[in-house]
Nanobody, 125 residues
Framework: QLQLVESGGGLVQPGGSLRLSCAAS????????IGWFRQAPGKEREGVSC????????NYADSVKGRFTISRDNAKNTVYLQMNSLKPEDTAVYYC??????????????????WGQGTQVTVSS
């Protein structure tokens, strides 16, 4: 069974950091581009970042550039999202998703085949 599991979310103060993990089971992440998305209450889902299967290409939403870093460890079958300088507007449920190397790091959720269940990130003092 193909499965993605996110972890690492939680409550953090503004300016703090969190590292999200996206672990795959039932398939090998080497052959998938991975995207991170988020959805805040009352808002549409938005693409945050993505990384190609090789790790050679990464993209970021303008709202997180310079603060978030995506990386992958294919040996551990895991993709990470390091989030620094967190702001209250980063509060959302964060999801990772996998695409079978079709779109080369897409920002569109519809291009992804598999999704995790999400992890809550809350930035508040």
């Amino acid at each position: 069974q193909l499965q993605l599991v996110e972890s690492g979310g939680g409550l953090v103060q503004p300016g703090g950091s969190l590292r999200l993990s996206c672990a795959a089971s039932g398939f090998t992440l080497d052959y998938y581009d991975i995207g991170w998305f988020r959805q805040a209450p009352g808002k549409e889902r938005e693409g945050v970042s993505c990384i190609t299967g090789s790790g050679g290409t990464t993209n970021y939403a303008d709202s997180v550039k310079g603060r978030f870093t995506i990386s992958r460890d294919n040996a551990k079958n895991t993709v990470y999202l390091q989030m620094n300088s967190l702001k209250p507007e980063d509060t959302a449920v964060y999801y990772c998703a996998a695409d079978h190397l079709r779109y080369g790091c897409s920002a569109f959720g519809a291009d992804y085949d598999y999704w995790g269940q999400g992890t809550q990130v809350t930035v508040s003092s």
